[in-house]
């Protein structure tokens, strides 16, 4: 990479930082987060026993989402250190007067890991979708959508 191609890098991750920032200040004061790490997230223990009482869930039911979120967590687990590592070493040489080579693979890496933890929440979706009745999807989706689950 040459020192152009270094600036560009450099200034995508700063408009990125910078929307993202600008997209979450207005979402807050809107009142309406809408996050897509945030809505994709794995409901919480909490969530999933509020989740199952508005929905009617059977006991098997119940039975299968703790054993998909049981899954879930020991995936993300076993991601989680390479994406810190990750995460630390593209702060720190954004935070570098010069970026130098290896920012990019750096960068690289923390897509990577973090492109996994999103295949990951995918295959849950698609998993909890097997778990519910299509009643019970289409009910799901209409409190998710308001900002995860209110108790």
Same mark, same amino acid.
């Given at each position: 990479?040459?020192?152009?191609?270094?600036?560009?890098?450099?200034?995508?991750?700063?408009?990125?930082?910078?929307?993202?920032?600008?997209?979450?200040?207005?979402?807050?004061?809107?009142?309406?987060?809408?996050?897509?790490?945030?809505?994709?997230?794995?409901?919480?223990?909490?969530?999933? @026993?509020?989740?199952?009482?508005? !929905? #009617?869930?059977?006991? +098997?039911?119940?039975?299968?989402?703790?054993?998909?979120?049981? $899954? /879930?967590?020991?995936?993300?687990?076993?991601?989680?250190?390479?994406?810190?590592?990750?995460?630390?070493?593209?702060?720190?040489?954004?935070?570098?007067?010069?970026?130098? @080579?290896?920012?990019?693979?750096? !960068? #690289?890496?923390?897509? +990577?890991?973090?492109?996994?933890?999103?295949?990951?929440?995918? $295959? /849950?979706?698609?998993?909890?979708?097997?778990?519910?009745?299509?009643?019970?999807?289409?009910?799901?989706?209409?409190?998710?959508?308001?900002?995860?689950?209110?108790?």
């Amino acid at each position: 990479m040459n020192r152009k191609q270094y600036y560009v890098f450099f200034i995508v991750i700063v408009l990125v930082v910078s929307v993202t920032g600008n997209t979450f200040a207005k979402a807050e004061k809107d009142g309406v987060f809408r996050n897509l790490i945030a809505t994709f997230k794995p409901p919480t223990a909490e969530e999933q @026993e509020s989740l199952a009482k508005k !929905l #009617k869930m059977t006991d +098997d039911q119940k039975f299968l989402l703790k054993n998909l979120n049981k $899954e /879930y967590q020991r995936q993300v687990d076993s991601l989680s250190g390479s994406y810190n590592k990750a995460y630390d070493e593209t702060v720190s040489l954004m935070q570098q007067e010069v970026v130098n @080579e290896q920012a990019y693979s750096v !960068l #690289k890496s923390f897509h +990577d890991v973090h492109s996994k933890i999103v295949d990951t929440e995918v $295959e /849950y979706w698609r998993d909890i979708k097997l778990i519910l009745t299509p009643e019970q999807n289409k009910e799901f989706w209409k409190i998710w959508q308001k900002g995860r689950v209110a108790k």
